[in-house]
């Protein structure tokens, strides 16, 4: 039998930067050995002194790393933390009129003060979880995340395990942050004043006092590494542009039968051919009427064109529709 209890306290109250969170939290929840704490970032940054004022368009912009995708006014984009949110997570919601809340400057630092201040105050050892709104790819709607963590063991690994029929799992890693994190709202909901909630029943994702675990920074896939890195119609132009700068965000260079799939699906099966091929480089015939195309897909695969070499007047010019292409490094 499993069970899983979440509790959320009404009556915490407005929350300022003159707010102790630790007492707050300690007066609010009757915690035990192996509870987790989550608590919204709202409420942190807000008794983090991170209300603005101002433009939120600006608070925005200074957020931001770079944008991942953008359709009319909204900006989805990748924020200085790593993380991928609308609006740069920068929310003007639950606050007076003309300011704007800006995320944490450091979710999981900000976690492990509450979990030691917790420690402290109460003698439990609990885990802390700081969560904020996000929406996914492929989904309508948004679920809540864990975007700072202390104590707790943020992914379980199934890797090398067996299921029920024997079959060995390779890549499943439930990441139980964010599962945590989606629990707790249901709780807290949006408008009811409830920033904080206990979850219990999972203790054996609680690290022993002292140990705070990798954070929630471990959730974030590294740059290049997502596949989802660029908006549908942001790739188009970055991959045209074809700026040194973005060439990380297409991720490692692709294999030559991958290369050599997409450069066929654009120019034709019969409209390729491969003149020439080594372990690092290629020379391909296509017509010239493909070759700037050429060049984006070859920047978006991690693949570029190789300069052409001056000619001695004695030499054969090349064919305008012969291009040799190297991995980059």
């Given at each position: 039998m499993s069970r899983l209890e979440v509790l959320a306290p009404g009556g915490i109250g407005e929350v300022d930067a003159r707010t102790d969170l630790v007492?707050?939290?300690?007066?609010?929840?009757?915690?035990?050995?192996?509870?987790?704490?989550?608590?919204?970032?709202?409420?942190?940054?807000?008794?983090?002194?991170?209300?603005?004022?101002?433009?939120?368009?600006?608070?925005?912009?200074?957020?931001?790393?770079?944008?991942?995708?953008r359709r009319g006014a909204t900006r989805i984009v990748r924020t200085r933390h790593g993380l991928t949110l609308a609006a740069a997570g920068v929310d003007a919601s639950n606050v007076p009129a003309g300011r704007h809340l800006v995320l944490p400057r450091d979710p999981d630092a900000s976690?492990?003060?509450?979990?030691?201040?917790?420690?402290?105050?109460?003698?439990?050892?609990?885990?802390?979880?700081i969560t904020d709104t996000a929406g996914r790819a492929w989904r309508e709607g948004q679920v809540d995340i864990a975007i700072g963590a202390a104590g707790l063991t943020v992914m379980e690994e199934y890797a090398g395990r067996?299921?029920?029929?024997?079959?060995?799992?390779?890549?499943?890693?439930?990441?139980?942050a964010d599962e945590?994190?989606?629990?707790?709202?249901l709780a807290e909901g949006k408008l009811g004043g409830r920033p904080v909630a206990?979850?219990?029943?999972?203790?054996?994702?609680?690290l022993p006092a002292g140990e705070d675990g990798p954070g929630a920074a471990a959730l974030v896939r590294p740059?290049?590494?997502?596949?989802?890195?660029?908006?549908?119609?942001?790739?188009?132009?970055?991959?045209?542009?074809?700026?040194?700068?973005?060439?990380?965000?297409?991720?490692?260079?692709?294999?030559?039968e991958d290369l050599l799939l997409a450069l066929r699906a654009?120019?034709?099966?019969?409209?390729?051919r491969v003149a020439d091929s080594t372990a690092e480089q290629l020379t391909v015939e296509v017509p010239a009427d493909h070759l700037p195309g050429l060049a984006a897909i070859c920047f978006a695969h991690g693949w570029e064109p190789v300069p052409e070499q001056p000619q001695s007047s004695s030499s054969r010019p090349s064919s305008p529709s012969s291009v040799t292409i190297r991995r980059t490094s």
């Open positions: 007492r707050l939290i300690a007066d609010a929840l009757d915690l035990a050995d192996g509870d987790i704490v989550v608590v919204t970032s709202k409420i942190v940054s807000k008794a983090e002194g991170l209300l603005r004022r101002g433009d939120r368009q600006d608070a925005v912009d200074e957020e931001t790393d770079r944008v991942v995708a976690a492990r003060r509450l979990r030691a201040g917790l420690q402290e105050a109460t003698g439990r050892t609990v885990a802390v979880l067996r299921d029920g029929y024997g079959n060995e799992l390779a890549v499943t890693r439930p990441a139980v945590l994190a989606s629990a707790a709202e206990r979850v219990r029943g999972r203790a054996d994702l609680v740059e290049g590494a997502d596949m989802f890195g660029l908006g549908a119609r942001e790739a188009v132009v970055r991959a045209l542009t074809g700026r040194p700068e973005d060439r990380a965000v297409f991720g490692a260079p692709a294999s030559e654009v120019v034709g099966d019969h409209s390729l």
